[in-house]
């Protein structure tokens, strides 16, 4: 489970949001937290409406002050700043995952959806995510700024038959039972009127033979659910699966509701990010109809988180 945390800061308030929810975690899993800023080659001279910190000084006093004023006492709080300005900061904040050898990067979204859809396809979560080196928990601001999360609610793990999907389900199981929470494992299959992609032709093409084909599908993923719930070992989460028929993304975003969850978890290619979830399109509807924090659980997942 998750020991060390690393938590890129830009020097903004907004990118603070996300320290709650580390507080939260590193008291829940005892875990080490590294605040870490990274000086920014040719940076703009502001960001997200305040002065961009460009001097590794300055960054260090911001980093000691955040401590100061988030962190309760009892929390082991390290600060580093990357001095060597770049102009590859996910390059950087990965690299110093491995460094440091940390388990989990906590990373604030910024701004409305445009802006998170943009974080999740886009440079940063994307390549920090695509270097293998460590999942990565995206904390989405609510209104106000603040991050509502782990407030007692469940998670929720979508699988697609997979083991790729699968492998989230280790981590998705331990931290739902060190933060006390319920888990829900969703399994979706589509009907005849949602298939896409590659499938698409085959509803119009033979509508009656792919209609038993996706009933079928149905059945054994009853099955299957039922299976990998039998084989978990009990680590303290209730943990409970349903199979949905639709469009993925719409079962998904629609249980979320229904469930009232705290977070979304996922397994990904890692190269892919998140478009090797289902489709980009699939990714796309998650990601810019919820508030929802995602935990990104690359392939190659190293062994201490699991």
């Not at 999740?120 to 460590?134: E, M, P, R």
Request: net charge negative.
């Amino acid at each position: 489970m998750f020991k060390h945390l690393i938590v890129p800061l830009d020097g903004s308030r907004l990118s603070e949001a996300a320290l709650p929810v580390v507080i939260h975690l590193a008291q829940k899993l005892d875990a080490t937290v590294t605040l870490v800023h990274v000086i920014e080659k040719n940076p703009p001279a502001e960001i997200h409406g305040e002065p961009h910190l460009c001097q590794a000084d300055e960054a260090e006093r911001y980093l000691e002050d955040v401590q100061r004023r988030m962190f309760p006492p009892g929390i082991r709080v390290e600060r580093h700043v990357h001095e060597a300005a770049t102009d590859d900061v996910p390059g950087s904040i990965a690299a110093h995952a491995r460094e440091f050898e940390s388990d989990l990067v906590v990373m604030c979204t910024h701004g409305r959806r445009g802006g998170l859809l943009k974080l999740l396809f886009g440079d940063i979560a994307q390549k920090v995510v695509a270097s293998n080196v460590t999942p990565v928990l995206l904390i989405r601001p609510a209104e106000g700024g603040s991050a509502a999360f782990l407030s007692g609610r469940p998670f929720l793990v979508p699988l697609d038959g997979t083991s790729l999907r699968e492998r989230a389900l280790p981590i998705a199981t331990a931290l739902a039972a060190a933060c006390k929470v319920d888990l829900d494992v969703l399994m979706v299959v589509p009907t005849l009127s949602t298939l896409s992609g590659v499938n698409t032709a085959s509803r119009f093409l033979l509508p009656a033979t792919t209609q038993e084909m996706l009933d079928l599908a149905s059945k054994d993923a009853e099955e299957y659910v039922r299976k990998l719930l039998d084989g978990m070992p009990a680590q303290g989460a209730k943990v409970t699966a349903g199979v949905k028929r639709g469009d993925p993304a719409e079962v998904i975003i629609t249980e979320a509701r229904r469930l009232g969850v705290d977070m979304i978890i996922i397994g990904t290619e890692g190269k892919a990010g998140m478009e090797a979830f289902w489709s980009s399109s699939v990714a796309n509807k998650i990601s810019s109809r919820t508030h929802l924090a995602l935990l990104l659980i690359p392939a190659h997942v190293p062994a201490a988180a699991q």
